[in-house]
């Protein structure tokens, strides 16, 4: 096992690998920008360097300083967690030149699986299904036109090298898409470096429902069962639950294994996540995208089938093959996930950075665990995302879970700034998500304007 690893990031996921590492008996390295030097996962590694000024391009963006802090401490592995560096290829090469171990999978299958052209066309050659669109990249409105012709309104527009919901666009008919198209391009161009877009029917209603998946270095390859992420705000995932009250048991065994056929394809190595859509009038499902990454949600599928994933990571890094087998797993109960962040949900969820004065956590009782990293006292910095907490509880049945979830925000309490525990108290109590009568239009078309007239 490692002696020794870094945590390229920040917030409560650094926290999350720092006590998974612990628990394995691995010294930690945390890093920090300038805004970050009072942060909890300063205080919690073994050690702590500095990376640069606040702004996320020049510490927890910067290859350079991370790298260099990596090897002035010895770190033998590198932790990106989420976002920033985590689906960098550029990043996991110089970790490989530089023989430290990146906690995730090869750069190369990181290129193939992030660009969702290609992508595309591994999955259609490994026998997943994928929804009917462009071959290629588009690159002109005009071609986008004549493409979503022929493919029939609506379609989706998405970013080639995209991801987190930037660059995507719904267009319902030939008058929408060429505006649609141009600031995609411009936000995808923005965002990733690259404007380039593909085009696919648009799945409506519609379901998103991902896949947990483990592979290690010797060929074994198990899924964690699935997430329902269909509560969506922007393409930004609100409330996770698992398991999904939208499939059966015959349909669950179907989108699992095409995910476990999508990674043992593509030979992948380390925690992904394979992302479908399902068509609920028909029972289909398609390909989306596949993230190579560990999850903001993947402490719902952990309560489910008793699999720390980010000990595994660890060991998978480490040469080791996955500590269960497929037959071993037994998923019990369900879970759901709420993200807390600091914004302002009557005010278009803006952000809200500021001290915390006070802070009360909800604890206590089987099957309820907070992720965070803020403390009473702590300044939220304006300069990264506004996540604040996760609240994941676990019943024996889903009634169970939505009880206790609610109960749990009833009780999470922090002054000195607005969050949104309200609104997710106020979703999680909807007749509709309590029902399980939801999709991935459920939230801005039927829930949004309701709370927002309150």
Do not use: W
């Not at 527009?157 to 319902?172: E, Y």
């Amino acid at each position: 096992m490692f002696n020794k690893i870094l945590i390229a990031n920040r917030g409560e996921i650094a926290v999350r690998i720092i006590r998974a590492a612990r628990e394995l008996g691995v010294a930690t390295v945390a890093v920090y920008s300038e805004a970050d030097r009072d942060a909890l996962h300063v205080a919690l590694a073994d050690e702590a360097i500095c990376i640069g000024p606040a702004r996320a391009t020049e510490s927890y963006l910067n290859m350079n300083n991370i790298l260099e802090a990596a090897v002035a401490t010895g770190a033998q592995a590198i932790h990106p967690g989420f976002g920033f560096l985590s689906e960098n290829s550029k990043f996991a090469r110089l970790c490989e030149e530089m023989n430290i171990k990146f906690i995730g999978p090869s750069a190369q299958v990181m290129d193939m699986m992030g660009d969702k052209i290609n992508a595309r066309a591994e999955m259609v050659k490994a026998g997943v299904p994928v929804t009917p669109g462009s071959e290629g990249e588009v690159y002109t409105s005009e071609e986008a036109l004549t493409l979503a012709n022929k493919i029939g309104y609506p379609v989706m527009l998405k970013a080639s090298a995209g991801g987190g919901g930037k660059g995507i666009r719904k267009v319902s008919n030939a008058e929408e898409l060429v505006p649609a198209f141009e600031a995609a391009t411009a936000e995808a161009k923005a965002a990733f470096g690259n404007g380039a877009m593909f085009i696919e029917r648009m799945i409506f209603p519609a379901r998103h429902i991902e896949v947990q998946i483990l592979a290690d270095q010797h060929g074994n390859v198990i899924h964690l069962g699935e997430r329902d992420c269909s509560l969506q705000r922007n393409n930004q995932k609100v409330l996770e639950e698992s398991p999904s009250v939208a499939i059966g048991h015959t349909l669950r065994e179907r989108i699992c294994q095409a995910a476990v056929k999508a990674a043992a394809h593509v030979n992948y190595e380390n925690a992904g996540t394979i992302e479908f859509l399902l068509d609920e009038t028909s029972g289909d499902f398609f390909f989306m995208e596949m993230n190579t990454r560990v999850q903001v949600e993947h402490p719902v599928t952990e309560f489910v089938s008793g699999v720390d994933i980010v000990k595994e990571q660890i060991r998978i890094a480490d040469g080791q093959e996955l500590s269960v087998k497929q037959e071993d797993i037994e998923f019990k109960g369900h879970a759901i996930e709420c993200r807390i962040n600091a914004e302002n949900p009557k005010f278009n969820f803006a952000p809200s950075p500021g001290k915390i004065t006070n802070l009360f956590l909800p604890s206590g009782g089987v099957g309820l665990r907070v992720d965070s990293a803020v403390y009473t006292g702590y300044t939220i910095p304006p300069y990264y995302d506004s996540m604040i907490a996760k609240v994941i509880v676990h019943g024996e049945n889903r009634f169970e879970a939505l009880m206790k979830m609610q109960r749990a925000l009833m009780e999470f309490d922090v002054e000195g700034l607005t969050t949104n525990i309200d609104f997710q108290l106020e979703l999680i109590s909807d007749d509709n998500v309590i029902a399980g009568d939801y999709d991935t239009s459920f939230l801005a078309n039927t829930f949004l304007p309701e709370y927002l007239e309150k």
